[in-house]
């Protein structure tokens, strides 16, 4: 089901890994963030949108991971967008044989055999430096930055006040590095691009866990762990340990790779 984040932004949340596709209401028809993930789920959302009574105009990718690239044959052929570097991640991918095997190797197991994959990362390259994304409803300024993913872009809603943060900012998840030269570097330039926006913003959207007013605390919250990593220290994280979200416990073991990779 949809639920408001903000006026004209509305959040499904998918049961497996939390995550938020983000509907954001334009003249003619709907922006689709990062929609997701089972058959069963995007077909809800697929509904939900018609009773809306509004078409899905565009969609938009943050980042190239799997569960952010999927789409629905009911959502429409309309033009999917991704930045360049994403696109060309995604191209990368796409044209292996065996990209379909490469996927399921990181799907969660429950959800393994129920992913759509016709539709599967076909996401359209916007131009380099591309500010705000090309459709007919309320400014979304792109915010590229190297943290986690090749391409990684957040979304403000400038006119909603409301930032789709991709992969960052969750309540759940650990900051998850990427594989780049500097890792922790990229990751605090990221968190640096987005705290430039935050006086912008009165709701964050992160692609996994809940939705919040406190953009600022979730920033300082992912720095504070970045921070732990490089420095070789235990961080003192709500999201790993015994305070994990039940169902979440995992996250601890991700943190323990990621502290022997970068400690």
Same mark, same amino acid.
């Given at each position: ?26 003249? !003619?028809?709907?922006? @689709? &963030?990062?929609? +997701? $993930?089972?058959? #069963? ?6 509904? /939900? =949108? ?47 044989? !065996?990209?379909?095997? @490469? &996927?399921?190797? +990181? $799907?969660?197991? #429950? ?6 994959? /016709? =539709? ?56 998850? $590095? ?86």
């Amino acid at each position: 089901m949809l639920s408001q984040a903000a006026e004209g932004v509305l959040v499904h949340q998918s049961e497996v890994l939390e995550n938020n596709a983000v509907v954001v209401q334009g003249r !003619d028809g709907v922006l @689709l &963030v990062d929609p +997701g $993930l089972t058959h #069963e789920e995007l077909g809800c959302l697929a509904q /939900d =949108l018609r009773e809306l009574g509004q078409p899905v105009a565009a969609g938009f990718a943050t980042h190239p991971d799997w569960d952010h690239v999927l789409w629905h044959a009911k959502f429409g052929d309309v033009p999917r967008y991704g930045t360049a570097r994403c696109a060309a991640s995604l191209r990368d991918l796409l044209a292996k044989p !065996d990209w379909k095997t @490469l &996927v399921a190797e +990181g $799907l969660p197991p #429950e959800i393994a055999n129920d992913v759509p994959m /016709d =539709l599967f990362g076909r996401v359209t390259g916007l131009p380099a430096g591309t500010a705000y994304l090309p459709w007919d409803g309320p400014r979304a300024r792109i915010i590229e930055h190297p943290a986690h993913a090749p391409g990684h872009a957040a979304l403000l809603i400038e006119e909603r006040g409301v930032l789709v943060a991709g992969d960052m900012l969750s309540d759940v998840l650990v900051p998850m $590095l990427g594989r780049t030269a500097d890792p922790i570097g990229d990751y605090l330039t990221g968190l640096q691009l987005l705290e430039a926006v935050a006086d912008e913003v009165d709701v964050v959207v992160p692609g996994h866990g809940s939705v919040a007013g406190q953009v600022r605390e979730r920033i300082e919250l992912d720095r504070a762990y970045v921070h732990a990593l490089r420095d070789g220290r235990e961080p003192d994280d709500p999201r790993i340990g015994s305070s994990a979200k039940p169902g979440w416990e995992w996250v601890s073991d991700l943190h323990r790779g990621q502290a022997a990779k970068f400690g």
